[in-house]
């Protein structure tokens, strides 16, 4: 009776690893600002895992950032491929007409985002992502004190301070 009890609490905790195994960490709706280089500064909410996350305004509309303009803009639906794409409307100016809040994209568009993350961390390149993370994140802060020193002898910074 004893062994059997102890397979059956075994099998029962197996269980309970492997879906615990299947579901990534949230950041459970991640809240941050961020100051679009058009000077909007932006109340953001990130929903979603290291797999997939999707980024939305304070007013629930999604957004999508764009590596070129380094910007947030509202996001649609792509028709094709159900991925999340830029509308072309920075976020943050003006609400575009008939724009839905909580886009999301389409089960197969994230099933392959996710499918495309987890291969990326099996590989080895979760290390070489935080890295490069790590070095922007640097190069950012490096910025920021470089413009605070620039700013200390503008009699603009002192009003404003």
Request: hydrophobic share 30%.
């Amino acid at each position: 009776m004893p062994r059997k009890t102890c397979i059956s609490v075994s099998v029962c905790l197996l269980s309970v690893l492997l879906t615990l195994e299947g579901y990534a960490h949230s950041p459970a709706s991640e809240e941050f600002k961020f100051k679009q280089p058009t000077g909007e500064v932006l109340h953001l909410r990130v929903v979603g895992n290291e797999y997939y996350a999707r980024t939305e305004t304070g007013e629930g509309f999604t957004v999508v950032y764009d590596e070129k303009t380094r910007c947030y803009h509202y996001a649609k639906q792509d028709a094709k491929s159900g991925d999340l794409v830029t509308t072309g409307e920075v976020a943050g100016k003006r609400f575009p007409k008939n724009l839905r809040r909580h886009i999301r994209a389409t089960d197969a568009a994230r099933q392959r985002i996710v499918k495309r993350n987890r291969q990326k961390m099996m590989d080895g390149e979760r290390e070489k992502i935080w890295e490069e993370r790590i070095k922007k994140a640097k190069k950012r802060r490096a910025l920021r004190k470089k413009r605070r020193e620039a700013n200390v002898g503008d009699p603009q910074s002192f009003a404003s301070g």
